[in-house]
């Protein structure tokens, strides 16, 4: 069992910063792979960042790329999701998972073993 509490969300300007931490409990964190995500209203749950167990090998949306950096700790057991430029269009519930399995970076949700409850982040315009 994995257990997964993302902190960090809030309300910021457009071009505004936020960074998320997901900690991570549970089995050992270093050993398995870790996303973010996020859930617009009436929208679906999309791939934002992925990294690799390891912390050497990360992935980004097209959407984000380039103003959001995801990064772990794992002495801390913490996955972060640094987020720069915000927009409006990137207000959404932002979810950590953790892929216990493939020792990969997956953009699909099905991938992904546990979910943590979610950070609400808000960009106002």
């Known amino acids: 069992q994995v257990q997964l509490v993302e902190s960090g969300g809030g309300l910021v300007q457009a071009g505004g910063s936020l960074r998320l931490s997901c900690v991570a409990s549970?089995?050992?964190?270093?050993?398995?792979?870790m996303g973010w995500f996020r859930q617009a209203p009436g929208k679906e749950r999309e791939f934002v960042a992925g990294?690799?167990?390891?912390?050497?090998?990360?992935y980004a949306s097209d959407s984000v790329k380039g103003r959001f950096t995801i990064s772990r700790d794992n002495a801390k057991n913490t996955v972060y999701l640094q987020m720069n430029s915000l927009k409006p269009e990137d207000t959404a519930v932002y979810y950590c998972?953790?892929?216990?399995?493939?020792?990969?970076?997956?953009?699909?949700?099905?991938?992904?073993?546990?979910w943590g409850q979610g950070t609400q982040v808000t960009v106002s315009s």
């Open positions: 549970g089995r050992a964190f270093s050993t398995y792979s």
């Open positions: 998972a953790a892929d216990l399995a493939s020792g990969r970076v997956h953009t699909m949700i099905e991938e992904y073993d546990y």
């Open positions: 990294i690799m167990w390891t912390g050497g090998s990360t």
